[in-house]
């Protein structure tokens, strides 16, 4: 893929979602109607203590999925206040389904929330909700 299929090389980096960062977590976004989705499974190096995920790994995939709900329509905006609520600990090794979507836009506002549930049951791990400042180019 290259960088104008991408969309952004200046993204193309991102810690979450950079297909060009080899210690990254690669993730891959797609919008559902008005769902952006995707997945992830926690590894080694995703963890915390008592071999559960660090919950900074956890707040930044829910930060990922709902700026890329914004960036997949094209819109081009930075986070400005973050808030999540961890639910549940998640054990290394298991895969999560991710999911944002939009709340309100407000002038250059736009609030957006995310969940993080367990592919293999649907309970719900970890929410967050994110206010993000949408800018010109």
Not at 6 to 17: A, E, I, K, M, T
Not at 48 to 62: E, K, M, N, R
Not at 78 to 96: D, N, Q
Request: with cysteine; net charge negative.
């Amino acid at each position: 893929m290259n960088d104008s299929e991408r969309g952004r090389p200046d993204g193309n980096r991102c810690f979450v979602c950079g297909p060009d960062n080899p210690d990254g977590l690669q993730l891959e976004f797609r919008l559902d109607g008005d769902i952006c989705r995707s997945r992830f499974t926690p590894g080694p190096n995703h963890c915390g203590y008592d071999d559960q995920t660090h919950g900074g790994i956890l707040f930044s995939v829910l930060d990922d999925v709902m700026a890329n709900w914004l960036f997949l329509q094209g819109v081009r905006a930075h986070t400005a206040k973050g808030e999540i609520r961890y639910r549940e600990p998640v054990a290394l090794g298991t895969l999560l389904e991710l999911s944002g979507k939009l709340v309100k836009r407000k002038g250059r506002l736009a609030i957006l929330e995310a969940i993080a549930t367990r592919a293999t049951d649907g309970v719900a791990v970890a929410e967050a909700q994110g206010t993000f400042m949408m800018i010109e180019d």
